[in-house]
């Protein structure tokens, strides 16, 4: 009988390697295992809705491969702030790898995102209903004009070049009736509907040169219809992700050959096979009573070695990856 290399034929075998060697990125199911995952989804379906649930977090920055070699530090950062069992906030910063204090502008970024979204979050989420999409556009914007304004006066008060912290941003709202993002650069971000369907959340922005974006410090306040983007998702979702660039590789459809045409192209597509084996694990490991912090480590060390392309990636690498979890489970 062939080995089937997947969670749900050999559960225990699989926590064994997770716990003595991080997540392990594991391929294809079998026959079984397809039909007991739809199971699943239409089982995730059903009780969502009608049970009592809170959300559950796997979150780390790691340093690239061409950082630790020229010896710079991790500008990646990456938080949360959960505000209830159903609602709080998610936020990741990549800092301009060209800037001399962008670890630094990444940091203060996301301590000062996670501030000024709070309030917000709060008042609407005692709310039956998101806003429209005008509504959070214009409070988005605003939001992440404040922000950058404190950065430039952290700037100014720690005698620092404004510019030397550049750094992108990934805002996600979560609420029970659905999510709220906006982001300044690239990056990525997806969820998971109901229907256990992953969905792009968000269009990264490229700059007309190879590799290059915007930052929240760039002179884009004259032009935000082009250079800050909004989104609400009016339906529950069941997970949701937000990654810097140094993750979309292994995580995403990002650069595809068209065969008649021979060009390469970008279909923003999550990978299914791999945001699936997570959220698969990470209840279980909160059933096995995993601290955050343990949690954390685990994330960590999975998103440095975790597969080949995030082993050889030169860039810094985060995510987060957020799990809606039945509390009666």
């Not at 969670?7 to 060697?21: A, D, K, P, S, V």
């Not at 929240?216 to 983007?229: G, M, Q």
């Not at 979702?237 to 065969?259: P, Y």
Request: proline share 4%; aromatic share 10%; glycine share 4%.
């Amino acid at each position: 009988m062939p080995f089937c290399k997947n969670l749900i034929c050999h559960f225990c075998c699989y926590f064994i390697r997770l716990q003595n060697g991080g997540f392990v990125v594991l391929h294809r199911l079998c026959h079984f295992c397809r039909i007991f995952a739809k199971v699943c989804d239409l089982y995730h379906q059903q009780t969502y809705s009608t049970m009592p649930t809170h959300t559950l977090f796997a979150a780390a920055s790691v340093i690239g491969k061409a950082h630790r070699q020229y010896q710079l530090p991790c500008q990646d950062r990456c938080g949360y702030r959960t505000l209830s069992n159903d609602s709080g906030i998610a936020v990741v910063c990549d800092g301009a790898g060209s800037c001399a204090y962008a670890d630094l502008g990444a940091e203060q970024c996301l301590a000062l995102a996670l501030q000024h979204f709070d309030a917000y979050t709060r008042a609407t989420a005692t709310q039956n209903t998101l806003p429209s999409d005008a509504e959070w556009r214009k409070q988005a914007i605003d939001t992440l004009q404040h922000i950058r304004n404190d950065l430039e006066l952290f700037a100014q008060q720690s005698e620092l070049p404004f510019a030397d912290l550049a750094c992108t941003i990934i805002v996600v709202l979560y609420l029970p009736q659905g999510l709220l993002l906006a982001h300044i650069g690239d990056g990525r971000a997806a969820y998971r509907n109901e229907a256990g369907e992953w969905q792009a959340m968000m269009q990264p922005f490229h700059g007309e040169e190879a590799n290059s974006t915007v930052f929240i410090s760039s002179d884009i306040w004259h032009d935000t219809d082009t250079y800050i983007e909004t989104i609400v998702v009016r339906q529950p979702v069941s997970a949701f992700c937000l990654l810097s660039d140094g993750c979309e590789r292994a995580s995403f459809e990002v650069n595809l050959r068209d065969e008649q045409s021979g060009k390469y192209y970008d279909p923003n597509r999550p990978y299914k096979p791999f945001f699936e084996l997570y959220i698969a694990a990470l209840p279980e490991l909160h059933r096995n009573q995993t601290t955050s912090k343990n949690l954390a480590q685990l994330w960590a060390r999975f998103l440095e070695n975790g597969n080949e392309t995030l082993r050889t990636e030169p860039d810094d690498k985060t995510m987060i990856l957020a799990v809606k979890i039945i509390d009666s489970i």
